[in-house]
C-alpha cells in the first residue's frame, strides 16, 4: 500500500508560481503512475498531469500545458508539480494518486488548497 502527502499549496498573485510536493511512503513506486489532479468549488475532479515513475514519460491536460511541470525525486521518493503563470481558474485543492498500468488510480492524498487571487 502507497501512501501520499501533499504540500507546498497557498495563496499567490496571477502570473505567479507555486511548487506542490507529494510524498509517498510504502511500496516502491518503480511500476506506478503518479497523477495530480484537481477539484475547484462545484465541479468534478480534472486530471493535471501524471508521471511514469521509472521512465519519466509525462503527460498534461491541455489546460495546464506549457505552464505546468511534472518531476520526480527517486532519492526523496517524491513527485513534484511546478505550476508558473497560475491563472484565477487553477484555484482548486489539487490531489495526488497512484495508478498501475491499466488500473484506476488510488491512494489518493488528503489534497493541498491552491488560490490565485488578487
Known amino acids: 500500500q502507497v501512501q501520499l502527502k501533499e504540500s507546498g499549496g497557498g495563496l499567490v498573485q496571477p502570473g505567479g508560481s507555486l511548487r506542490l510536493s507529494c510524498a509517498a511512503s510504502g511500496r516502491t513506486l518503480r511500476t506506478y503512475y503518479i497523477g495530480w489532479f484537481r477539484q475547484a468549488p462545484g465541479k468534478e475532479r480534472e486530471f493535471v498531469a501524471r508521471i511514469h515513475w521509472s521512465s519519466g514519460s509525462t503527460y498534461y491536460a491541455d489546460s495546464v500545458k506549457g505552464r505546468f511541470t511534472i518531476s520526480r525525486d527517486n532519492s526523496e521518493n517524491t513527485v513534484y508539480l511546478q505550476m508558473d503563470s497560475l491563472e484565477p481558474e487553477d484555484t482548486a485543492v489539487y490531489s495526488c494518486?497512484?495508478?498501475?498500468?491499466?488500473?484506476?488510480?488510488?491512494?489518493w492524498g488528503q489534497g493541498t488548497q491552491v488560490t490565485v487571487s488578487s
Open positions: 494518486a497512484v495508478a498501475s498500468p491499466g488500473q484506476s488510480y488510488g491512494s
